[in-house]
């Protein structure tokens, strides 16, 4: 089976970013799912959570069990994604 150059990279690519992306996070007994319109709120993930390392415009990071994750929030203050850094 012979692959494109193009077909090749596009593999590559998917790799790397459904590798560098997570859909979910534990904060001790508790599962964060990244959910866009549905997921949870800021103010539940800090009841779960407690308070992030850091605080950005429309972000915050974790650092949990030697491992970083973003958290990006809407205007609505919902979750949309977890990203493992």
């Given at each position: 089976m012979k692959l494109?150059?193009?077909?090749v990279v ?10 560098a ?15 866009g319109?549905h997921?949870?709120t800021?103010?539940e993930?800090l ?5 992030p ?5 429309k ?16 205007g609505?203050?919902i979750?949309l994604s977890?990203?493992?850094l």
């Amino acid at each position: 089976m012979k692959l494109s150059t193009a077909t090749v990279v596009l593999l590559i690519t998917a790799t790397w970013s459904t590798s560098a992306h997570s859909t979910s996070m534990r904060c001790g007994p508790h599962l964060i799912h990244g959910g866009g319109r549905h997921g949870p709120t800021d103010f539940e993930i800090l009841r779960k959570c407690g308070e992030p390392s850091e605080r950005r415009a429309k972000s915050w990071i974790y650092r949990i069990s030697g491992r970083k994750y973003e958290l990006r929030f809407n205007g609505n203050r919902i979750l949309l994604s977890i990203r493992q850094l």
